[in-house]
Structures are given as C-alpha cells and as structure tokens.
C-alpha cells in the first residue's frame, strides 16, 4: 500500500509541534494544565505514583518479556517464528507500559529507564512493515496470521483483529514518549503508522467501525502535535462509520448479534445509551468529545452529551464502576447494577476518567469532575494492589461465601492472560499530575484536591499556584497563589458534590439526609463571600504574592439510597466520607461482612489509622448484625463493633467477605441455595 508522508514530516518533526501551535483551529473551550507543569507533593497520591515507578511500570516490563510480548516483536522483526502469546492485542500491553514510564520519567528522572525504553523502541521500529503496518500477530508469518487477524490486512477489523486497537495505543504511547521526553523515535513509528491508516480508510477508501476503539484518541494526539489534518478528519470518519454495517439483525436481542455490544448498531449521533462493551465504549465516548470539540460538529456533542446523562443516571455504580455484566464487559440495561455479579472492569475505570475529562473540557461544569473523582477515589484504584504488583481486572461490590451462597472469592493476580488492565493502571497512574488545574482565559480551575506546585500563566504573566492538605481524609484546603506581579484573574475552587448533599450528579444515588453543614472560604483569613458557576465557587480579585485561600469542606459520614429500581439495593445504605466510599470487610468484622446491617440512626467514628492499609481513615460504629446458631438451628440478632475501611483498599489483607450496601433492616431470611453466576475474564 502505499505510504502517505509529508514533505514536513520528512523534514524533521521538530518543526511540526511548532506548526501545530501556529495554526488556529477549533479546540475544547478549557485547556487542562499539562502534567509536566503539575508537581505533587501530597499523602495520598504521591506514593501511590512512587509505587507506579518503582513497582508496577518495571514489573509490567519484566511481564512483558517474560510472557514473550517482546519476543513478538523481535521475531515480527526477523520475519520468522510463531507468534507466542494468546490475543492479537497484546503488542499494546508493550505500548500502554511506554506510554506510563514517559510521564512518569516526568515525576522522577531516571536514566536506567530511559535507556530501556531507547532499546525497546528499537525492536517495535524493526518489526515494522516497510510502509508502516505494524501488527506482530500477522508480520511474525504473514501467510498464518492470527486466527482473529483474518487472513489479509484489516478483513477481520470490526470484530476480532484489533490492528486498529494495537494503533491506537501506539500513538497514546508515542505523543505521552515525545512531550516527555522530547524524542521522536517512537513518534516517528506511529505516524508511519497512521499515514498507512490514513491512506487504506475514508471516503472512498476502505470503511470500518474500529471493533476495539482507541484508534480515533489516538489519531486525535498525533493531529494536536502535527496539525496534519488526516488525522482529525480519519478520526471523525471511523465514528460516523458504526451504524453502516448491513450484517446485523437489528432484532435480534443478542448485543453480538445486533452490533450494540460494539457501539455499531446505529449512526454514533443516533444514540442515546451507554451501551456494549464498557471500554470500548467509554473510548469512543471520549473520542466522540474530541472530534466535537476540535471540529465543532453539533450533532457530535449533543449526542456524547445525551450518551453521558444516561451513564450518570441509570448505569454507573456508586464506586464509579462500569460495566455490570460480566457476558460481554458491558453495560447492562437502566438500573441494572447487580452486586453479587457486578463486572466493573478495571479498564473501564480508566476510560471513565479519560470521558468525563474531556465532558469538563466541554462544558466547564464540575460535575464532570465529581464523577472523575468518585472513579478516582474509588473504582480505579480499587483495581490495584497496596504492593503496586497485583491487579482485579474486574472490582466486585460484594463477596459472599457460606453453604447457601458458594462463590469464588478474588484473589488479585500478578498478571492475566488478556493483561489489559494492569498496563493501563500503569499509564493513567502517572499522568495524574495533568487532570488537576485547567485554564480558560484568565479562569483557572482546581479541580483535584492534592497537595503540590502548579506554574502558568494567565495572560502571559507567571502565577505559581501552591496547594496544602490532607485530602480526601481531612476537608481543609489551602491554595497559595503567587503572581509575578499583581494580577487580576478567576480562581475557580470546586465545590465537590458529596459537599453540597449531591452524592451524584442524577437521582441515581442521593444521601439518605441532608446536611446542614456548609462549605466556607476565606482569603488571607478573613471570610468571604462568593459567586458559583457550574459549581466552582468563583474567587475574582487581583492577586498579590502569597495571597491565601482556605477551603474548609465538611467531611461528615454519609449514608447513601440508590434509586429504588435498582432492585439489589432496596433497603441498603453504602457508606462514604468526603469522596471515599466504604465497605466492610471480613478482616475487621469477625470473619463475616453479610450479616451487618447499619440502621439508619446510626452514627460512625472517623479515626485515621497510619499502620492499616498503608494509612487508611476508618470507620467504627455499634450495629445489629445477623447470628446463626447452627447448633440449635436458630437464628438472632446482636450488636457489636462495626469497621469499615474504603473501598479501594479491600482484598489486600487475603480472601473473605466484603460487601458495599448494607440492609438497614431485617426483612426476610433467604433459605433458598443458589449459586452466582461464573466470571470470565476475557476482552
């Protein structure tokens, strides 16, 4: 085929990022200030990051060689061998590893690495085709490729192939490798890469619904560092294409059969539900904010819009997981949010926060960002270990394991044979650091609580921003802003959700009571009062160095009511304190955690605990639980201590039972035996 490359491009890349900063074209009204000017310096994430580095990103390369991702390319290099591991897709496991060791040489500097990089590089270049195909499970033996690949090129790309995929996260790896580190070795491989693309898809070319979508993000960070507008434009043309496939039966209830489980069953502006498979998904949704903010295409917008609210209101957990049905990774119809079989898979958290991001870059309203921290806080990092090394790739809401109800506990594991998850834990980790300010003008936001150093500049002036606190255990924040000079700008602190009785931007989940406390601000000690849009409180003054903000949020425990069509949760109340949501566990509740009830009088203790769980806030109070006296085949009720800790630290003290809602009453006894469903772990 042949190979589309510009005059520039061939030139030297250097002068393209200049390029694409000349040209004026359509873009998200709010720009997110860049993780390479974000320094943390906090408690809570900073370690967390530190354990990235350290831990996860080296394990997660030694993985990859280990299970022969390496040798794949290697021997897709030397054009011989058999391809040597299980799923077409696992040249990304290598490319999703890459692109979270650039941001973090960002964090911390370290030559070691870099230099591994240099050299694995290296190999990825030597596996690519002359004209930029690069798909290990078909170059390695062309003539027996893949059987998912299909036997030529892209024939099998809507279902099974993944060659589009594999791009996709070689260009979020090669844009994250390039702004961290100023190198165009693997930047140069991904745009030989999508000039192929470019040159086989779009009118009058081949046409294609990307079966696992990236590939439209991707293409959208090669246009931002080019301005090379095949790239926008290609982009835009694989999300008008689902919707065209005649090979469905649109009756069919089926979501394989009628094209939902891919986002393919109608026109992407025609849809009105998250539906399918959860990551897939939720990538396309947020390509779809791309393409509409950088093309301005109405229809694009109303749609990912309309797509978002029905997410918020009818299929997302109060963890921020989704993806409730195992068949498939997928969505499940409104209000279907099972416990004993909630999927939630790891991944999905991960392309949560990329969507909801870039709903704010849209709109300016925090409650895109409340829902990005919930999954933060909550639902993402559940899906990593405290030791950096062990993964779920699907986060449960509840364990339960007695005579009557037989399930298998999880256990987190090192690695998957379809090891998605862990590889993209490893790149959003480190790219933190860029989802916590953002600019529009002389308006900046703060957006994340977390302590640290941010340097801009509003209207070409430097300000230093400086954030101290003990989020999200404690609710006192402290934001010093530091101008070069005195300057008038917007200081736009958010007014978190769960701090102004809103447990989620919908009526899907509400707090059982209202609170009465309310949020306070001060600048350099004195109260002030404040105008809010969209749920920023807006602090407009003329800034002098070392000005102080204080924000004091009310950090109260809160009991939460799903609404009453979510069948599992009637009469249930879960548990959360500032963003954290909480569960018990059997570790701290005598063996069990399924006979607690918490009624709704009752009232909890908050004390941080530094030795539990790498330094947890818990949760104590005395509750009814459930007693079964096998002995003499009776059944009572007793109080006892109760402790519950946050949900993302569970299942890291062994096996046993968890649970996240909790009855507030007895109302039945259950004598039927039953056994939940299997899960299988698959993409």
Known sequence: MKRILSSLLIAGLLSAPVLAQSVKRSDYPIQAVSFTQVKLADNFWLPRLKTN??????????????TNRVKNFEMAAARTGKFATIFPFDDTDIYKTIEGASYSLKLYPDEKLDGYMDELIKKVAAAQEPDGYLYTARTIDPAHPHPWSGPERWVNEREMSHELYNSGHLYEAAVAHYEATGKKSLLNIALKN????????GPGKRGVAPGHEIVEMGLVKLYRVTGKPEYLSTAKFFIEERGKYKGYDPKSPDP??????????????????????AVRAEYLYSAMADVAALTGDQKLLAAVDTIWQNMVSRKIYVTGGTGAIPGGERFGGNYELPNATAYNETCAAVANVYWNQRMFLLHGDSKYVDVLEKVLYNGLISGVGLDGKSFFYSNAMQIKNSASFPQTEPVRAGWFDCSCCPTNMARLMPSLPGYVYAQKGHDVYANLFISGTTDLKVNKKNVRITQQNNYPWQGNLKFTVTPATAMDFNLLVRLPGWARNEALPSDLYRFATPSEQKVSISVNGQPVTYSTRQGYAVLARKWRKNDVVEVKLPMEVRQVVAHPSVQDNLGKVALQRGPVVYCAEWKDNGGKASNIMVPAATTFTSAYQPEILNGIMQLTATVPVV????ANNSISTTRQTMTAIPYYAWANRGKGEMTVWFPQKLTDVDLISRKAPEVTVGK
């Not at 999508?194 to 898809?201: N, P, R």
């Not at 394989?256 to 498979?277: M, T």
């Not at 007693?627 to 096998?630: E, R, S």
Request: glycine content about 4%.
């Open 53 to 66: 580095t350290d831990v996860t990103i080296p394990a997660s390369f030694q993985r990859c060689e280990s």
């Open 194 to 201: 999508a000039d192929l693309v470019c040159s086989v898809f």
């Open 627 to 630: 007693l079964v006296d096998a």
């Open 256 to 277: 394989f059969r009628n094209g939902s489980y891919w986002q393919d069953a109608k026109p992407v502006v025609d849809q009105k539900e998250a539906e399918g498979h």
